[in-house]
């Protein structure tokens, strides 16, 4: 049987396999005991194998390893909120904060080409107009359906919705051909409960008067409460939004990057994950390949019968598959980046799930194909 060469370099190894089968092309022949080879062929068998065996065939055999592999690289993203009357102050504001930010990572090592914008998008904010001295007010919404059987009971409802100054009826869109409408009950106060407690009074009110005309059949579809701010009293405000994508091995830096994103108020989401680096899986597999294609020749050797022997191999190739397992993880990651609802490090919840990730699992595939020897038979 022949040994199998083993080495830590990948390509110095499948080098050399790629030479040996370049060396001796494969032959399979259906007859092993009338073998009828040229003279020249004989002679290269012979200084691989010695005189006395000759290929007769080739065996493909596989093998599959599961390998262990610990995170050297964290994934993470931060949000750049900022706000200015104007889009180019938001737009100086956002630069000058994201600048401050990746200056500080570059100081820790973390490179620039790690660094990369997923989204920046601006929107306009409609906010008070300052020292109004006005309070801050809230609208509250009920949004009603109701059903309407004839054009006389739409004429009374409307009658009633009127002195609530609601004239806005429709049908539903969905339900051209029934009976179905809907509208829009609005109320505004200085407090989100006093809205809603408005909002409610007139629903009641407009309920009691339609039971009275035997034509309530009112439901609520929703409620909300939000800030308002009447139109002359409005100002406008342009936002930017820049969310920017950090990889980087520098694990143990982490908390550094943190407290710097806070003290610039940068919002750090929460949608940490842990990965392996090329150059760590490569390592990897070229520790536990010498283990591999020992493996697969002992597979390869099982096959035979007694009456053949294992010979050089023609073909190896090794591939590594995607991550099949995080283990100790509390971040589930299904392959894909993807960015999850972000956790502000300013306000009340200062936290955001670092939890490092002790182990992954991946799997390897190793193939190969090997000559099958048999002992000469001399004529």
Do not use: C
């Given at each position: 049987m022949i040994n199998i060469?083993?080495?830590?370099?990948?390509?110095?190894?499948?080098?050399?396999?790629?030479?040996?089968?370049?060396?001796?092309?494969?032959?399979?022949?259906?007859?092993?005991?009338?073998?009828?080879?040229?003279?020249?062929?004989l002679e290269l068998e012979k200084s691989k194998y010695g005189n006395g065996l000759v290929p007769v065939g080739t065996i493909d055999v596989r093998h599959v390893e599961i390998i262990r592999l610990k995170p050297d690289v964290v994934n993470f993203s931060v949000t750049v909120n900022s706000e200015g009357l104007t889009l180019t102050e938001a737009s100086e504001i956002n630069d000058?904060?994201?600048?401050?930010?990746?200056?500080?990572?570059?100081?820790?090592?973390?490179?620039?080409?790690?660094?990369?914008?997923?989204?920046?998008?601006n929107q306009e904010k409609i906010v008070y107009q300052k020292d109004t001295g006005i309070e801050q007010q809230y609208r509250a919404r009920y949004s009603m359906a109701i059903e309407i059987e004839d054009d006389d009971s739409l004429l009374e409802i409307k009658e009633v919705l009127g002195q609530y100054n609601i004239y806005d009826l429709q049908i539903e869109p969905k339900t051209i051909n029934s009976n179905s409408y809907y509208f829009t009950i609005y109320a505004i106060a200085n407090s989100e409960k006093e809205a809603d407690k408005k909002a409610r009074d007139i629903y009641y009110a407009i309920v009691e008067k339609l039971n009275k005309l035997n034509l309530d059949t009112t439901s609520i579809e929703a409620t909300d409460v939000s800030a308002y701010v009447p139109d002359e009293l409005q100002e406008k405000h342009q936002m930017i939004t820049h969310r920017l994508a950090i990889s980087t091995d520098k694990i143990?830096?982490?908390?550094?990057?943190?407290?710097?994103?806070?003290?610039?108020d940068i919002i750090v989401n929460n949608d940490t994950r842990y990965d392996v680096s090329t150059k760590a899986k490569q390592k990897a597999i070229e520790d536990v390949e010498p283990l591999l294609l020992q493996k697969l020749e002992d597979k390869a050797t099982l096959f035979l019968s007694k009456k053949y022997v294992l010979g050089a191999p023609t073909r190896i190739d090794i591939s590594d598959l995607v991550i099949i397992e995080a283990l100790n993880n509390n971040n589930n990651y299904s392959g894909e980046r993807s960015f999850v609802a972000e956790r502000s490090f300013v306000g009340e919840d200062k936290s955001v799930d670092i939890s490092i990730q002790?182990?992954?699992?991946?799997?390897?595939?190793?193939?190969?194909?090997?000559?099958?020897l048999k002992q000469k038979v001399n004529e």
């Amino acid at each position: 049987m022949i040994n199998i060469i083993k080495t830590k370099k990948t390509g110095i190894l499948l080098a050399m396999f790629l030479n040996l089968g370049a060396a001796s092309a494969v032959h399979s022949f259906p007859n092993s005991n009338n073998l009828n080879v040229t003279d020249a062929y004989l002679e290269l068998e012979k200084s691989k194998y010695g005189n006395g065996l000759v290929p007769v065939g080739t065996i493909d055999v596989r093998h599959v390893e599961i390998i262990r592999l610990k995170p050297d690289v964290v994934n993470f993203s931060v949000t750049v909120n900022s706000e200015g009357l104007t889009l180019t102050e938001a737009s100086e504001i956002n630069d000058k904060k994201i600048k401050e930010f990746k200056d500080y990572l570059i100081k820790l090592g973390v490179s620039d080409k790690s660094l990369t914008t997923v989204r920046y998008e601006n929107q306009e904010k409609i906010v008070y107009q300052k020292d109004t001295g006005i309070e801050q007010q809230y609208r509250a919404r009920y949004s009603m359906a109701i059903e309407i059987e004839d054009d006389d009971s739409l004429l009374e409802i409307k009658e009633v919705l009127g002195q609530y100054n609601i004239y806005d009826l429709q049908i539903e869109p969905k339900t051209i051909n029934s009976n179905s409408y809907y509208f829009t009950i609005y109320a505004i106060a200085n407090s989100e409960k006093e809205a809603d407690k408005k909002a409610r009074d007139i629903y009641y009110a407009i309920v009691e008067k339609l039971n009275k005309l035997n034509l309530d059949t009112t439901s609520i579809e929703a409620t909300d409460v939000s800030a308002y701010v009447p139109d002359e009293l409005q100002e406008k405000h342009q936002m930017i939004t820049h969310r920017l994508a950090i990889s980087t091995d520098k694990i143990d830096e982490i908390g550094k990057i943190i407290g710097k994103a806070q003290e610039l108020d940068i919002i750090v989401n929460n949608d940490t994950r842990y990965d392996v680096s090329t150059k760590a899986k490569q390592k990897a597999i070229e520790d536990v390949e010498p283990l591999l294609l020992q493996k697969l020749e002992d597979k390869a050797t099982l096959f035979l019968s007694k009456k053949y022997v294992l010979g050089a191999p023609t073909r190896i190739d090794i591939s590594d598959l995607v991550i099949i397992e995080a283990l100790n993880n509390n971040n589930n990651y299904s392959g894909e980046r993807s960015f999850v609802a972000e956790r502000s490090f300013v306000g009340e919840d200062k936290s955001v799930d670092i939890s490092i990730q002790s182990e992954q699992k991946m799997q390897l595939n190793i193939t190969g194909t090997f000559e099958m020897l048999k002992q000469k038979v001399n004529e």
